[in-house]
């Protein structure tokens, strides 16, 4: 477990365990998790038929998924630091007959180069990882260097100020809600402890300079389950 302050390895905390069981946890931790993925795939309809779609932070693929079968045309690129759910997502993809349409890079997306710009890009559930306010504007300034002028980014993460009175009403109902999903005694305390020493908390207001920064223009949040808050915006031309 690393302690507060310390940088979070991605790598080696979403490992081959980690990625086999992500897909059931993420429902029972996030209630809405499939309800996102449906609402991004709406409020990203209006782009070309055969959109270029990055997705930082992959994971076990679920976006892609979600969206290569709602756009049939679209291609995507697949970047992610753990190789373990790097490899679950090419399993996934083949399964579901997109391989030809899914490009994959294992490392951070600050890291990643591309010839071509993204029409789209997606971070869910990733950023909220990343300590340190220049760490976190280093990340979204990769995004949206990565995406053409105009370009649609989705961001969904866990947010909010610590030292709020609704963050502790909303962290306790989100665990409560975790553990109407069966979810142990045992298990509820080492997740609670992942949550106060693993997630960068930050405001709604400074997240939204962060991105203001990064070249982004508006965000509107269009999402939220307790602490999971979503918002789309486009990179400012």
Known sequence: MSRPGDAFDAAAHFDEASATRYDRRIRSFCPSYDALHHMTAAWLSRLPERAEFLSAGAGTGAEILALGRRFPLWRFTAVDVSSDMTT????????????????????????????????????????????????????????????????????????????????????????????????????????????????????????????????????????QTFLFGGWMMTKRI
């Open 88 to 223: 679950a997502c090419r399993n996934r993809v083949a399964a579901a007959g997109m391989a030809e349409r899914v490009a994959y890079f294992q490392g951070r997306v600050q890291e990643f180069r591309s010839a071509t710009s993204f029409n789209a890009a997606s971070s869910i559930f990733v950023s909220h990882f990343i300590a340190g306010r220049e760490e976190k504007l280093a990340y979204f300034r990769a995004i949206s260097s990565l995406l053409k002028p105009g370009g649609s980014f989705l961001l969904a993460d866990l947010f909010g100020d610590r030292a709020s009175s609704e963050f502790g009403t909303l962290l306790d109902a989100w665990l409560a809600s975790y553990a109407s999903h069966g979810a142990a005694a045992p298990e509820l305390e080492k997740d609670r402890a992942h949550i106060e020493s693993d997630i960068a908390f930050v405001s709604e207001g400074e997240l939204l300079e962060l991105l203001r920064e990064a070249g982004f223009g508006a965000p509107i949040r269009f999402y």
